[in-house]
């Protein structure tokens, strides 16, 4: 079985710019979650999604935005990209109910992206 | 809001020497999580703890979820290279919109 895949791996962006990442569950699996880890802050919550709706939202601001379709693969979408916003962003699917109902989380490799 | 503290940030260790992080939570959880993440990695399921007084146990990593739900520790015995990396614990509280809350990790370093 594929586990999570996301795309691209890197990407540079400058300020200013917008930029879309994709992520491709494990075949079954209809939450999707994802994550920005920067060094030494941990894994921050972004959002959740299960089944194309929007579950659950972390704290950050609206420039960060997401949207996952019927096959429950899920885009995150950044616009006017700062300096602050490079970082790994990593996707994790779930079975079922998703993390919240205690499903494991198999992440991806993640997409590391510069912003310059 | 609901927090998992998770403690130390860093530990350096000797090749050998065991090492421990701990997860406090402010609030009850329902069960933790434990994942670890190697350098350059992404973050991989350890285990599951449900129950209050949990320990279970993979070969030299002992888990332990405490007897009020509301703290967790990872115990590695005589760590090896191998260990090397983040672990993070991730809690689920009912009470959060079931939304897990992640701790900030502790990084073990093995010393040349």
């Known amino acids: 079985k594929a586990g999570v895949t996301q795309t691209p791996r890197y990407l540079i962006k400058t300020r200013g710019q917008q930029v879309t990442l994709s992520c491709s569950p494990i075949s079954g699996h209809r939450s999707v979650s994802w994550y920005q880890q920067t060094p030494g802050q941990g894994l921050q919550f972004l959002f959740e999604y299960f089944s194309e709706t929007q579950r659950n939202k972390g704290n950050f601001p609206g420039r960060f935005s997401g949207r996952q379709f019927s096959n429950s693969r899920s885009e995150m979408n950044v616009s006017t990209l700062e300096l602050g916003d490079s970082a790994l962003y990593l996707c994790?699917?779930?079975?079922?109910?998703?993390?919240?109902?205690?499903?494991?989380?198999?992440f991806g490799a993640g997409t590391r992206l510069s912003v310059l | 809001g609901q927090q998992v503290m998770q403690i130390p940030q860093y530990q350096h260790v000797q090749e050998g020497e065991d090492f421990t992080t701990y997860c406090n939570s402010s609030?009850?959880?329902?069960?933790i999580q434990w994942y670890k993440q190697r350098p350059g990695g992404h973050p991989v399921f350890l285990i599951q703890l449900v129950k209050s007084g949990e320990v279970k146990k993979q070969k030299r990593l002992t888990f332990q979820f405490g007897e009020a739900k509301k703290n967790s520790s990872l115990h590695i015995t005589a760590t090896q290279t191998t260990d090397v990396g983040t672990y993070f614990c991730a809690g689920l509280n009912m009470d959060s919109n079931y939304q897990l809350i992640w701790g900030a990790g502790t990084k073990l370093i093995i010393k040349p």
């Open positions: 994790a699917s779930s079975l079922d109910g998703g993390p919240g109902f205690g499903n494991i989380q198999y």
């Open positions: 609030t009850t959880l329902s069960n």
